[in-house]
C-alpha cells in the first residue's frame, strides 16, 4: 500500500485546540516537551471522500502553518487544507458603503447615505437625505444644538429635527441588505479568534488519516520523592505534572514526555505580507502647441534693417523661431520618452510572469508534494517511541512513554509516575567552607542506578519513615552520582581556620646580571569536627578551589567540581577529628644586580636560603660595586686637586707677568711654579691610574652581567682623555 503525506507549511498551529464536532477528529497522541511546545496527533477512521475539520484559536495559527503534516494511510491524496485568510474588522468593515468602524451616531450616519431616499416613522414622510445639520433653539435659558434631518420630498425641501423621528428605513433594499451585512459581521467577531480548518481527503474505501502539528503547550515539570534506608537501597519516586490547557478533554491519549530543548520559534506566517513597490508617476505625452511660421524672407521689404536686432533678436511684431521655440523639442522629447515608457511597462509584466512561472515550478508535481505526488517519506512521529521501554533516547532527547493511556479534563493537570524503583544511596554531611558556617549539612549521595536519566526538579526526602526535608537536583545521566542536602546537621560542628602562609626557596639562579628566585608558597586550611552523634559519620569537606592555587602534592582529594575540592572525612562517634588541606602556588621575584641600592644587595648578600652559586655572584658584584664607588671618590679628589693647581698656576703666571725677570718676587714664583708643576705631574699620573682602575673595575662587572667575553681596557692610560694636559697649562 502507498502511503502519501502533505507537509502544509502553509496552513495553521493551534495552541489551546478543540474540535468543534469532537467524533471528526479524536486526539490520539501528544508528545510534550520541557520547552514550551506540544507535538499534538489526531487520527481517524474514513470511508471514501470526507471533509473534516479543526478549530484553532487565532493566536496558534502560526505554529500551525509552519509544523502542520498531514496523512492519509490508505492509498488516498490530501485534496486540500483551507482556513480562513487573515483579514482584520476594521479592512472589512470600510469595504460596505456604510463604514461602521468608527461606532458613528445616527447622524454620521445618515450623512453616510446622502442622496439616499428614506422613508420615516408610518410612512407618511419620504424624500432623499440632503444632509443632517445642527440648529440652534433655546430651552429655558440655554442654547442647545438640534440636529435636523433635511430632506426633499415631493413636496419640496423639509426639515426634521431627529429627535422627533421614531423610525427611518432606507428605501434601497441593497443598500439595506449591505448594512445588515456590516452588522451581522460585527456579531460574528465576537467569536473570531476561532478559526476553522478543513482538512479534504480523496479516496476510496475505509482507511486511518492523521494530522499532527505543534502546539504552545505549560512545560512539564517532575518532582521525586526518596524514601532513604539503613540496611536496604532506597526508593526513588518520580511523577510528571502535566497539565491541559486545551479546550477539549484527552480521551485515553497516548502520552510521551520529552526532555530535550529544540530549537523553537515563532514567525508571522498568517498575517498577508506585502511586498513594498516603488510608486512610478505614469509617462503623459506633452500636448502638442500651435506653432506660427515666419515668412519667407523674400516676401519681407529688403530695405527693412534687419542688422538692428542682432543676431539671436526678433524683429518687433514676428513669431519666435521655430528653432528656438520650445514646443517643437517637447513634442519629440515627449514622444521619446512615451515610447521609452511602454517598453518598460513592458518588461515589468515579462519579469511578472517568470516570477509566476518560478513559484509554479516549485509546487509543481515533481516534488511530490502535491497531489498525487510521490511522498519521499511516511509520516510517523511517534515510531520507535511506542515500541521502546519506559524511557529511551531518541533523536538527541530523552524521552518516558507513559505505558497506560491518559484520560485528563479540559483545564485540569495531573500529576503522572514516571519513577518507582530502588536507587542506590549513600547518607553524609556536607561542609562547604565560605558557606556553612559552623553546622555541616545533611545529606546522601545518590547513584542513578534507574537506567534512564532523571530530569531536573524538587526532591522530598523522608528518613525514618518521616518527612526529612526539601533538596533540588540538575539533570542527572544513568550510572551518575550526585550530592544532595536536605537539612542542616546538628550533630556535627565544625571549625575551620587558615595558617599563616610559609614560604621557601624553591630555585634560584643568576642570568645577565638578574637573580631570579622561584618561591614554594602554602597555605594550610585546618577543619576540627566534633561529634555529638552515636554513630560513624562521614563527613564531605568542600574546599573552593582558587585559580591562583593547587592543591599540595600530597593532598588528594576523594572528587574535584569546577568550584570546589571535595574531601571525605571519618568523624567516630562522640570524638573530635583535626583535617588540613593544603595548598600551594610558585612566586617568583626578579632582582636586578646592576640598579639595586647597597642597602638591598647587603641583605641579599647575607641571605642563608640562596644557593652558594648565587650568593658568590652576589658577592663579587657586592665588592666590584664597592671598590667602583671608592675609586670613583678618588678620581674626584684628584680631578679637584687637578683644578686647584690649575687655578694656583694661573694666579702665578698673572702675578709674574707684571714683576721683573730680575726681582726677588719672581723668582719666588718660579720656584713655587716648579713645585707645582711636580704637584700636577703626579696628580696627572695618578689620576691616569685611577681611570684604568675604574674601568679595569667596570669591566669585570659588566663580564657578570654578560654571557659574552669582552676585551680589558688598556692599563698604561693611552689615549686617555686628559683636560690637564699641556693646552690646559699653554696661556
Keep these: 500500500m502507498t502511503t502519501r503525506i502533505v507537509c502544509c507549511a502553509v496552513l495553521l498551529c493551534a495552541a489551546t485546540s478543540r474540535a468543534e464536532e469532537p467524533g471528526d477528529l479524536p486526539l490520539q497522541r501528544i508528545v510534550l516537551f520541557n520547552s514550551g511546545l506540544g507535538f499534538h496527533e489526531h487520527e481517524q477512521q474514513v470511508d471514501g471522500s470526507v471533509e473534516l475539520q479543526l478549530t484553532f484559536d487565532q493566536e496558534d495559527i502560526n505554529d500551525l502553518l509552519k509544523s502542520l503534516v498531514v496523512q492519509d494511510l490508505g492509498g488516498g491524496t490530501v485534496s486540500n487544507v483551507n482556513y480562513p485568510s487573515y483579514w482584520p474588522l476594521s479592512k472589512q468593515l470600510r469595504s460596505f458603503t456604510v463604514d461602521l468602524t468608527p461606532q458613528p451616531t445616527l447622524a454620521e450616519l445618515l450623512h453616510q447615505v446622502r442622496g439616499e431616499r428614506v422613508i420615516l416613522g408610518d410612512g407618511t414622510i419620504s424624500g432623499t437625505i440632503l444632509g443632517v445639520e445642527l440648529k440652534p433653539q433655546i430651552i429655558g435659558q440655554q442654547v442647545v444644538n438640534r440636529e435636523v434631518l433635511n430632506l426633499l420630498t415631493d413636496q419640496g425641501l423639509r426639515g426634521i ?121 505614469p509617462c503623459v505625452p506633452p500636448l502638442l502647441a500651435s506653432r506660427v511660421y515666419s515668412p519667407d524672407l523674400a516676401d519681407l521689404d529688403m530695405n527693412y534693417p534687419l542688422e538692428r536686432f542682432g543676431a539671436g533678436g526678433t524683429a518687433p511684431g514676428l513669431p519666435p523661431s521655430p528653432v528656438n521655440g520650445p514646443s517643437g523639442r517637447g513634442g519629440g522629447m515627449g514622444g521619446l520618452a512615451f515610447g521609452g515608457g511602454m517598453g518598460g511597462k513592458g ?141 542542616q546537621d546538628v550533630d556535627l560542628n565544625v571549625r575551620s581556620t587558615q595558617d599563616e602562609q610559609t614560604k621557601s626557596v624553591e630555585e634560584a639562579g643568576v642570568e645577565l646580571g638578574i637573580v631570579n628566585i622561584s618561591y614554594d608558597v602554602r597555605r594550610a586550611h585546618r577543619y576540627r569536627v566534633q561529634s555529638k552523634s552515636d554513630s560513624l559519620r562521614t563527613l564531605v569537606l568542600e574546599q573552593p578551589r582558587d585559580v591562583a592555587w593547587k592543591l599540595a602534592d600530597d593532598q588528594t582529594p576523594s572528587e574535584t567540581t569546577d568550584s570546589h575540592y571535595r574531601f571525605e572525612v571519618k568523624v567516630p562517634a562522640g570524638k573530635t577529628v583535626e583535617t588540613v588541606i593544603v595548598e600551594q602556588q610558585t612566586q617568583h621575584e626578579q632582582l636586578n644586580l646592576m640598579t639595586i641600592d647597597d642597602e638591598a644587595l647587603k641583605r641579599l648578600a647575607h641571605r642563608t636560603d640562596l644557593p652558594a652559586n648565587v650568593l658568590a655572584v652576589v658577592n663579587q658584584v657586592r665588592q666590584l660595586r664597592v671598590s667602583i664607588a671608592e675609586l670613583e671618590s678618588a678620581l674626584k679628589l684628584e680631578q679637584q686637586l687637578l683644578a686647584d693647581i690649575g687655578a694656583e698656576q694661573a694666579r702665578i703666571r698673572g702675578n709674574m707677568s707684571t714683576l721683573g725677570k730680575d726681582s726677588e718676587l719672581f723668582k719666588r714664583y718660579v720656584e713655587k711654579l716648579t713645585a707645582q708643576e711636580d704637584k700636577f705631574d703626579a696628580a696627572r699620573d695618578k689620576l691616569v691610574q685611577l681611570r684604568t682602575d675604574l674601568a679595569t673595575k667596570r669591566w669585570q662587572l659588566a663580564q657578570l652581567f654578560s654571557s659574552s667575553d669582552k676585551a680589558a681596557p688598556a692599563t698604561d692610560g693611552a689615549g686617555a682623555e686628559d683636560p690637564f694636559g699641556e693646552n690646559a697649562r699653554s696661556g
Design 161 to 281: 429635527p431627529l429627535d422627533s423621528v421614531e423610525t427611518i428605513a432606507l428605501a434601497n433594499e441593497a443598500l439595506d441588505a449591505e448594512l445588515r451585512e456590516a452588522l451581522t459581521l460585527l456579531t460574528a467577531n465576537r467569536s473570531a479568534d476561532k478559526k476553522t480548518v478543513r482538512f479534504s481527503f480523496s479516496g476510496s474505501g475505509q482507511r486511518a488519516v492523521r494530522i499532527g502539528y505543534i502546539r504552545e503547550t505549560p512545560i512539564w515539570k517532575t518532582s521525586y520523592r526518596v524514601v532513604l534506608a539503613e540496611d536496604k537501597p532506597s526508593l526513588l519516586q518520580g511523577w510528571a505534572i502535566v497539565e491541559n490547557t486545551s479546550e477539549w478533554d484527552w480521551q485515553e491519549v497516548v502520552l510521551t514526555l520529552a526532555s530535550g530543548r529544540p530549537v523553537t520559534f515563532q514567525m508571522d506566517l498568517y498575517r498577508p505580507l506585502m511586498a513594498e513597490r516603488q510608486t512610478v508617476p
Design 347 to 487: 518588461g515589468g509584466m515579462g519579469g511578472f510572469g517568470g516570477g509566476m512561472g518560478g513559484m509554479a515550478g516549485m509546487a509543481g508535481p515533481e516534488d511530490g508534494q502535491g497531489a498525487g505526488g510521490a511522498a519521499k517519506a511516511p509520516f510517523d512521529p511517534t515510531q520507535g517511541v511506542v515500541a521502546q521501554a519506559s524511557a529511551e533516547e531518541i533523536a538527541e532527547q530523552f524521552v518516558y512513554r507513559i505505558d497506560q493511556p491518559v484520560s485528563l479534563a479540559r483545564r485540569r493537570s495531573a500529576l503522572i509516575p514516571i519513577v518507582d524503583q530502588d536507587i542506590e544511596t549513600e547518607k553524609l554531611s556536607i561542609f562547604t567552607a565560605g558557606e556553612d558556617e559552623e553546622h555541616p549539612m545533611l545529606a546522601f549521595r545518590m547513584k542513578n542506578t534507574t537506567g534512564f536519566p532523571l530530569t531536573g526538579g524538587p526532591i522530598t526526602v523522608f528518613d525514618a519513615g518521616a518527612y526529612a526535608g526539601d533538596a533540588r537536583i540538575t539533570f542527572l545521566r544513568a550510572g551518575e552520582s550526585r550530592l544532595i542536602s536536605f537539612a
